[in-house]
């Protein structure tokens, strides 16, 4: 039983921890991890055999203010070199939770073991036996931790740290090996599990899924037999949060990133949205969860709420309310598009109905999926796709079925060239990626750990990589729609409706940047309608671009198991695509970035949030099955107000939202004066990053991104 005044810590240890996470140092690696690697290298180790020595050999590092116990030994390597690509994994995905907890390792090896009996291969066989080595290395691991937390709970004067590391030691002689008893004994053995898998094995962006729906039971265990009170679960949670916060560091993920296998790891946690009936699923451990987040204030996990129309007013306000504090951490996505999608793409009702979100606002499967598009997706520049339109003599297998500029006549014949360039690159990448799979399905056949905790690679026999899961995603990120839209736009108005140029001679002005027509140049870019207002003749170009991939899409075959999953989506690439691009037809300079996301270019949205919220509605997110819409508030508004925003923006069919309330001076101080601006997190793409880590380049687009 708990002990509810001295088991619980106080929260002024939180303070204490946090700032050992600001005080971390960015450029340390997991050294220990590091060593251990370099020799097995150079002894060309088995994957199982170099994570058995790894576990083996690692230290069981605990500090005073610990609470759940797990962490890793950090240091500078003088010549600055990993050797972690060998064994680097996947990551992105979201384990099999609930069974952890309910079967533990032995329970799950004990599983594998069946399999094997029964199916009578060489997969299998090497499946069960793999397991069981991870098994015996994780939970001697485990053992050696609770000899370490006994020590210090003998070694310390303090009564209430004797407690907390009896009660740890006691926990871990038990977890993760066997099933978890209480909600304590459950958030140690997630940690424990996510910590090796994270740290050890490294891979970015493990999920920790529906935390509010598994871990349920356990709270109200605790709570009707009098063990635990709201408070101290709340307590608990809030020490989980902060060991996520642990393993990242305070650095970006794509600038001056730490050199570990974890950069930056964003770690999603899903509450809400509906149940396997359709109802809503908030519960009082949701709002719990929230508050836990509240108290420390920190990035990690980023907390991904399902929402759909049928839930109540309160909900969207306890919601809001929510967010005023959390902004960047929190976000939202539409269980009345996603789960349709799902259920389009070939996922199962049930499957559909409990899904959960990954790194950079991926749908994912808990325990049934496998990262597949870490193989397989791609990021897809339809900017590009639009320019080679205009220009197929760059492309000679493009040349026999478009017609040449100089004889368009009509936006609709400019539209079947794009319609043929987006065909043209778009199959060919389905097909690469499916060819990408497939192999890897037939050479790549050797174990991974975390398939012990993916459903149906138990049940197989097979590792994810091997087709293992019930669900290998090929993933397709769309980017660069405004720049589009508002391309297609200029076009229509200048050439087409108003007709003051033909085709090529627009085509020309653009390519030299204006040179010579620079009050064009500002008609193009102050007075042509823009995405993001709501103005339905450019909106619906948007729109129809959008129909026209998934158009395509569908019409693409895939493998059984293999599913299709989309998104107007581009994570941080529009930088590097608008680099490399000339100047666009919407009066984007040579050089400068598309626009990112499903959002309007910057600057451009000039008619409020509500206009902004009904332009991006407008696509047809019903086709796809994640995205993201990053907003910038210059300042906090209501609670009511942000709950109605928000419903309103997913009634119309909206499938993400994600807010930062902040001014462009804010902002401007913090660039100049970091030092005092470090705990200061903005939302990028779909997830929250320091600002001060954030690249120049990175800064200066929020800073120019509207206020709303």
């Not at 610990?66 to 990551?91: A, I, M, Q």
């Not at 929230?290 to 990690?300: F, N, S, T, Y």
């Not at 033909?502 to 204006?514: G, S």
């Not at 100049?672 to 687009?701: D, H, T, W």
Request: proline residues 3%.
């Amino acid at each position: 039983m708990y002990n509810n005044d001295c088991f619980i810590d106080k929260f002024e240890q939180f303070s204490r921890l946090k700032d050992k996470i600001f005080s971390g140092d960015n450029s340390a690696c997991f050294i220990e991890r590091e060593a251990i690697l370099r020799r097995m290298v150079q002894e060309n180790s088995s994957y199982t055999e170099t994570f058995v020595t790894i576990l083996n050999e690692v230290s069981t590092p605990i500090e005073d203010d610990d609470f759940f116990l797990g962490r890793v030994v950090e240091g500078v390597l003088p010549d600055k070199e990993l050797h972690n690509t060998k064994y680097y994994t996947n990551g992105h995905m979201t384990l099999d939770w609930p069974t952890l907890l309910s079967k533990g390792l032995a329970g799950i090896v004990k599983e594998t073991h069946i399999t094997a009996d029964n199916l009578g291969t060489t997969q299998a066989r090497e499946f069960a036996e793999n397991s069981e080595r991870f098994r015996k290395a994780i939970t001697d691991y485990a053992q050696r931790y609770a000899v370490e937390a006994e020590k210090h709970a003998e070694n310390s004067c303090d009564n209430d740290a004797k407690l907390r590391f009896s009660k740890a030691a006691n926990t871990l002689l038990q977890i993760p090996n066997n099933p978890a008893t209480d909600l304590f004994s459950a958030l140690q053995s997630i940690w424990i599990i996510h910590m090796i898998t994270s740290c050890y094995i490294g891979a970015r962006d493990f999920a920790f899924g529906r935390m509010d729906q598994y871990l349920l039971l356990y709270y109200q265990h605790d709570i009707d037999n009098g063990v635990l009170t709201r408070e101290d679960a709340k307590k608990l949670f809030s020490h989980f949060f902060i060991k996520t916060n642990e393993i990242t560091g305070t650095s970006a993920f794509n600038y001056k990133a730490k050199p570990i296998p974890s950069v930056s790891s964003k770690q999603y946690l899903i509450l809400g949205g509906r149940d396997i009936n359709g109802k809503s699923a908030f519960n009082d451990l949701s709002q719990l969860i929230l508050e836990a987040a509240i108290d420390i204030q920190l990035p990690e996990p980023v907390l991904s709420i399902r929402l759909d129309s049928n839930h109540d007013d309160e909900i969207f306000k306890m919601i809001a309310e929510a967010t005023q504090i959390l902004q960047s951490q929190i976000h939202f996505f539409n269980d009345d598009v996603i789960i349709p999608s799902l259920l389009k793409s070939g996922v199962a009702k049930d499957d559909a109905a409990n899904y959960t979100m990954v790194g950079c606002c991926r749908a994912d499967i808990g325990g049934f999926m496998d990262d597949g598009m870490m193989l397989s997706y791609q990021y897809h520049n339809v900017t590009s796709w639009m320019l080679t339109a205009f220009n197929s003599e760059c492309h000679e297998s493009l040349i026999a079925n478009m017609t040449p500029t100089s004889e368009i006549k009509t936006f609709a014949e400019l539209l079947n060239n794009f319609k043929i360039s987006m065909r043209y690159f778009l199959t060919k990448s389905v097909n690469d990626a499916e060819a990408q799979l497939l192999n890897q399905e037939v050479t790549d056949t050797g174990f991974r750990f975390e398939s012990m905790l993916l459903n149906d690679c138990v049940k197989r026999g097979l590792s994810y990589q091997a087709g293992g899961t019930r669900y290998r995603p090929q993933g397709h990120f769309f980017g660069g729609i405004a720049t589009v839209a508002n391309s297609l736009m200029a076009i229509k108005h200048l050439v087409f409706d108003e007709k003051k140029y033909d085709l090529n001679e627009y085509l020309d002005i653009v390519k030299r940047n204006f040179a010579g027509d620079e009050q064009l140049h500002e008609e193009v870019c102050a007075h042509i309608p823009k995405y993001g207002n709501d103005i339905d003749e450019v909106d619906n170009i948007a729109k129809e671009i959008g129909i026209i991939i998934h158009d395509i899409l569908d019409s693409l075959k895939l493998s059984s198991n293999h599913i299709m999953m989309s998104a107007f989506y581009s994570l941080d690439s529009h930088h590097a695509w608008g680099r490399d691009l000339p100047t666009t037809p919407d009066g984007r300079i040579a050089g400068e970035p598309v626009s990112e996301n499903q959002s309007p270019t910057y600057g451009t949205d000039l008619k409020g949030i509500t206009a902004v919220l009904k332009s991006v509605a407008k696509l047809p997110h019903y086709r796809t099955t994640m995205g993201g819409l990053n907003i910038k508030f210059g300042g906090k508004i209501s609670s009511g107000q942000l709950a109605a925003l928000l419903k309103t923006y997913f009634i119309l069919g909206g499938i993400h939202l994600g807010c930062t309330f902040i001014t462009k001076n804010t902002l401007l101080s913090a660039q100049k004066n970091p030092k005092e601006y470090r705990n200061l997190c903005v939302r990028m793409y779909g997830f929250s990053e320091y600002f001060i880590a954030l690249s120049k380049e990175e800064q200066q687009e929020l800073i120019e991104r509207t206020e709303l």
